[in-house]
């Protein structure tokens, strides 16, 4: 029995890159290789999308659930009564221009009214077609692909301090059809390194490829797999906002990544073996360096094409044939995976930013960046937010707070109290102070239950003397009495604050000064 190739089952991360690559323009084969999943299973969620009325950017104006829903699901049923194709016709058509399964599909349907589903003929297609093996030959357009890496050899950065050396990366990417190179150094392989190297290398090259290769890097590819590799998420973030697809090599296959291959050797050879022996005390003094070299690289004649250099052959083949740059850099941002607290806030960085109080028990994505905070749920932008940097605050909209009615069924000020009552009274005046320190008594919610909950650590009798200690000495927060129990200071006889002043015959008194 033929096996059933996955049609149904993507993350509507994988569907809305599928809409925004078609409204790009490219290939369902193009879209396919950019998302790892089969041509077929493109042009179903196409087909569905078109039957729907959905675009990308209502894909990404609703939640996963709304936008999936309106897509349908469901696996598509095979019967066995039906017509079979004639597969070596078909193979025959397919060799044909412009002729694709999709038509053949449909001519087949045309004959056949009961016959198989469009995915059901594509996978008894495959499973006839499953002892040919395809080559992949690689053919490069104009403006079509850039391939990027790090070389494997570093040039040695040292402190101007303590004289320490480390290894400064070379980050290396060439576009396909013309071989123009871009070099430069990087402090490491992180995911900022990783994209600003493409910003500067596309502002090098004046223009946007329609596909970056990138090797399996962490930075850029979380999963490597043959098939379905993981991409970070900032980096699917950086190509949609440069409008490009990606497309990563195939783990162990070199061919996939050959041009990229050939400009690294190059770098080495002409670029980093000439700077081996200086010595460099900055990122910014050697890639001063670099450029100098970089240059000559692209300005030397290539016997392949006649003595152009590759800049030459840019010039003439490739420049116009670049997407414009965005009129705006990148912001890059990380991103997290929150749970919202009782107090329907999700901390950041030791800051609290409050979101929808209906979410309260949700787990949230939030994106953060130097300036911003923005929580998702649901695929759905829920709370943006100015990002602040005071600790242990809250930035709080009023319209994101429940009306009292409803958390007063949930969480209250008099139930954390009468919690805090049943382990002492000090404990009492503890949560009590807290509530009235806060602008909004919910914001102290999390501390309250922070502290509430040491009583399962260290016992309510210690708890107690803890807050009494603390209250004692005016401290009101979940980080006092937690310190005061940690370093055992609950055990120490009892001390007061205030003391008598003291008198002694050395010590001058408040009139001297007058």
């Known amino acids: 029995m033929a096996k059933r190739m996955r049609t149904e089952g993507l993350g509507m991360v994988s569907v809305r890159e599928i809409l925004r690559l078609r409204e790009q323009g490219l290939s369902g084969n193009r879209i396919a290789q950019s998302v790892n999943v089969s041509r077929s ?23 996963d659930s709304e936008a999936l829903k309106m897509l349908g699901k469901g696996e598509r049923q095979r019967r066995a009564d039906v017509i079979v194709p004639e597969w070596e016709k078909v193979a025959k058509e397919l060799l044909r221009k412009e002729v694709t399964l999709s038509i053949l599909w449909e001519e087949y349907r045309g004959k056949n009214h009961a016959g198989y589903s469009y995915s059901n003929f594509c996978v008894l297609f495959r499973d006839w077609q499953k002892d040919a093996k395809i080559s992949m030959r690689q053919v490069y357009k104009a403006g079509e692909k850039s391939l990027v890496d790090y070389a494997g050899m570093t040039l040695p950065l040292t402190d101007p301090v303590t004289g320490v050396m480390v290894a400064a990366q070379i980050f290396v990417m060439a576009l396909g059809a013309s071989n123009l190179t871009y070099a430069e150094a990087q402090v490491g392989q992180d995911i900022k390194s990783w994209l600003c190297g493409h910003e500067r290398a596309f502002e090098y090259f004046g223009g946007v490829p329609e596909l970056v290769i990138p090797d399996n890097l962490k930075s850029g590819v979380k999963l490597p797999c043959r098939y379905e590799p993981e991409l970070n998420r900032s980096y699917l973030e950086f190509s949609e906002h440069y409008d490009f697809a990606i497309i990563p090599a195939r783990v162990r296959k070199p061919q996939d990544k050959a041009k990229v291959e050939e400009a690294v050797q190059n770098v ?18 050697m890639n001063v360096a670099i450029k100098e070299k970089l240059e000559e690289v692209n300005l030397r004649p290539m016997k392949t094409y006649g003595g152009l250099s590759r800049w030459e052959l840019f010039r003439q083949i490739e420049k116009d044939a670049l997407k414009p740059l965005p009129s705006t850099r990148f912001a890059l941002g990380s991103w997290k995976i929150a749970r919202v607290s009782i107090d329907y806030h999700i901390e950041i960085a030791r800051h609290y930013y409050s979101v929808p109080c209906e979410l309260r028990g949700e787990k949230v994505d939030v994106r953060f960046t130097e300036k911003m905070v923005v929580v998702f749920h649901n695929g759905k932008s829920v709370a943006q937010h100015v990002r602040s940097y005071v600790p242990y605050q809250h930035t709080t909209v009023k319209e994101h707070m429940p009306p009292s009615h409803q958390y007063m069924r949930d969480w209250s000020p008099s139930r954390l109290v009468n919690w805090a009552t049943t382990i002492g009274k000090q404990t009492a005046r503890q949560v009590d102070t807290l509530l009235n320190s806060r602008r909004h008594p919910e914001q102290a919610y999390r501390s309250c239950l922070g502290l509430l909950r040491l009583a399962d650590k260290f016992g309510k009798e210690r708890l107690e003397a803890a807050c009494t200690k603390a209250n004692s000495f005016g401290m009101a927060s979940f980080k006092s009495v937690q310190n005061i129990l940690v370093n055992n200071q609950d055990k120490l006889p009892p001390s007061s604050p205030e003391h008598n002043p003291i008198s002694h015959s050395n010590l001058r008194g408040g009139n001297y000064f007058h």
Not at 41 to 63: F, M
Not at 268 to 285: K, M, N, V
Request: hydrophobic content about 40%.
């Open 268 to 285: 080495e050879r002409r670029i980093l073996a000439p700077l081996r022996d200086r010595t460099f005390y900055s990122i910014a003094e």
């Open 41 to 63: 299973v493109v042009q179903n969620y196409l087909r569905l999308a078109t039957v729907s009325g959905l675009t990308y950017e209502q894909a990404c104006a609703i939640g």
